[in-house]
């Protein structure tokens, strides 16, 4: 069984979900062998030394042009196997989350308990967030088989995230669909020495990804379904059903993910410059998720840089 390791760093107006409607969070994440860390860390140092800051930030690289060639460049390398996961939560998505998925166990007639959090109520939003991420990588590695370890970037609070983080997937291992899935998925805490050194990586595309949903989000919003996609069976109850799909597609976008090229300019995204990288589904499209600012979850699925699709999650 293959082995990755997941270096993740996160970016936003503060360092979880706020309540917020100007807000913004994501997490970026650089999936690799751990053989290859070393060269990894080798290039993080030399973007580095490009911009002239050994802790580097998002900015740094993508208002130069060397380094932001040198980033996609990296990403692309056909020697090094990397892939990539990012999930985005715009202003209070994660508190209006929690309200549609309420309002969704009532209708379906489930049970329903508040959400809380041992860190205090405003923490609930990123208890939320951790959760879902969870959710993706605990899926992503169970249904194509692979092993991963995480760790994230220096904070106070690993402890508190590693606990969310645990407990989710353990509450995952229980369902049929991702049985023993806890075996696969574990969250280490720190990044420490090479590792640390590809947190910045990390933390690049994290601020890249926050960059695009903040400039391109507003057609990604408009193509969701504001009632939520209700249907006759509670989707939280089917999880274990052979038949059940994936999420429904409610847009197809034929044009590119950004109109300028991604090395030339420092005004946008590089997101076209390196999205073949990103985690992939049974149809081979690169995957990112998001929240909007009313709650609602989705992904985006890249057939290729002029073609995408709009995922979207069910209440």
């Not at 580097?56 to 996961?85: C, G, M, P, W």
């Not at 057939?303 to 979207?312: A, L």
Request: hydrophobic share 35%; aromatic share 10%.
């Amino acid at each position: 069984m293959k082995k990755y390791i997941a270096v993740f760093d996160e970016t936003g107006t503060s360092n979880r979900p706020q309540s917020t409607e100007e807000s913004g969070f994501g997490v970026g994440a650089v999936l690799f062998p751990l053989e290859q860390a070393p060269e990894l860390a080798r290039i993080s140092k030399h973007l580095g030394s490009i911009v002239g800051k050994e802790d580097y930030k998002y900015k740094d690289v993508l208002q130069n042009e060397a380094a932001r060639e040198l980033f996609i460049q990296t990403l692309n390398r056909t020697s090094l196997s990397i892939h990539l996961f990012a999930f985005y939560a715009h202003g209070a998505c994660m508190i209006h989350e929690g309200r549609r998925t309420k309002d969704a166990a009532l209708a379906y007639g489930r049970e329903y308990k508040e959400r809380s959090s041992p860190r205090g109520e405003r923490f609930v939003p990123f208890d939320s967030f951790i959760a879902y991420m969870a959710s993706c990588i605990a899926a992503h590695a169970a249904t194509n088989e692979y092993a991963v370890d995480i760790y994230w970037d220096r904070r106070t609070d690993l402890d508190q995230i590693k606990a969310s983080f645990d407990e989710h997937i353990a509450r995952q291992s229980d369902t049929q669909r991702y049985r023993n899935v806890a075996e696969l998925v574990s969250f280490n805490g720190r990044a420490k020495n090479d590792l640390a050194l590809i947190t910045r990586l990390a933390g690049v595309l994290a601020g890249d990804v926050w960059r695009y949903f903040e400039s391109h989000g507003t057609k990604i919003w408009t193509a969701l379904d504001v009632t939520g996609l209700p249907g006759e069976y509670d989707p939280h109850m089917t999880v274990d059903d052979p038949d059940v799909t994936g999420p429904p597609c409610v847009a197809v976008f034929m044009e590119r993910l950004i109109k300028v090229e991604p090395v030339r300019t420092s005004a946008t995204s590089m997101l076209q410059g390196y999205y073949k990288r990103f985690l992939k589904n049974e149809n081979k499209e690169n995957l990112i998720s998001f929240g909007d600012p009313h709650g609602r979850l989705g992904i985006i699925g890249i057939v290729n840089g002029h073609h995408w699709k709009i995922y979207q999650l069910p209440d």
